[in-house]
């Protein structure tokens, strides 16, 4: 008999829809102190300062404007863990987005405060199983907002390491759905029950070809924290460093995640 196909993991819509504002609303209280010299520091992502950073996460969240200016797809042609891998496809065009936008919003703070004004707005005048044009295909609404978790935590990680001291906190919820997006695609991207791989307290999943376990310790685990995964998942930190670092704990023959890393990019 075949092994029972997983079912797919379910995201809360309200939940998800709070994680979103309140990681919205972390941002833009952390950024709003930030002088002229510290908005034109560098950044880990080349070619952008820490200006073009917030302004890009302004455009992520935003998306969800744009995608509803567009008419409703008539059907749904994607789901969830196909955002992950359609990100790449699209760096060149949000590049040039970004930029656009830091030259249209000199005040940073007006813009995201526009943004976290009118978002909730905008969520109270849609279902979540409204559909969107995405860079992924045609999404609900409802799944749409979870691959903002992603974008605003990942690049909320992206700012504290670019500007010393700032220490922008991150929403327990919206760490938890980005966590566990990223490891369910790490499933979707090696599929099997070789490995296990763990994210305490939000994420287990089972990947690589091999041997599946069935009961007792798994022979080839991989344990990690969750920035530490959103960081290898997204190629800020190399699987070599992290393990130098004792940031992952990896044991087993099929244990090494590196050919697998980043996620996304």
Known sequence: MPPAKKRPRTYDPSRTRAAVLAQLGNVRAGVAGLSEVQLAGATRLAGWSVRELVAHIGMAVTAVHRALELPEPPRADAVLLDWPFATVDSAPAIDGFT???VKRHPDLGVYLAGVERSLP?????????RLLQT??????????LVTRTVELVVHTDDLNAAVPGLDIPYDRQALAAATRLLADALAVKAPGGATEV?????????????PRHTRGTPPNVVETDPLTWLRLATGRVSWGHALGEAKVAASGERADLGALLPVMS
């Not at 707005?121 to 199983?129: C, N």
């Not at 860079?135 to 749409?144: E, F, I, K």
């Not at 763990?198 to 091999?210: D, F, L, T, W």
Request: charged share 20%; hydrophobic share 35%.
């Open 121 to 129: 707005e905008l969520l109270d005048s849609h279902p979540g199983s």
């Open 135 to 144: 860079n992924a295909g045609a999404l609900s609404l409802a799944d749409y």
């Open 99 to 101: 930029r656009d936008l």
């Open 198 to 210: 763990r994210i305490p307290p939000y994420a287990v999943v089972q990947c690589v070809e091999g």
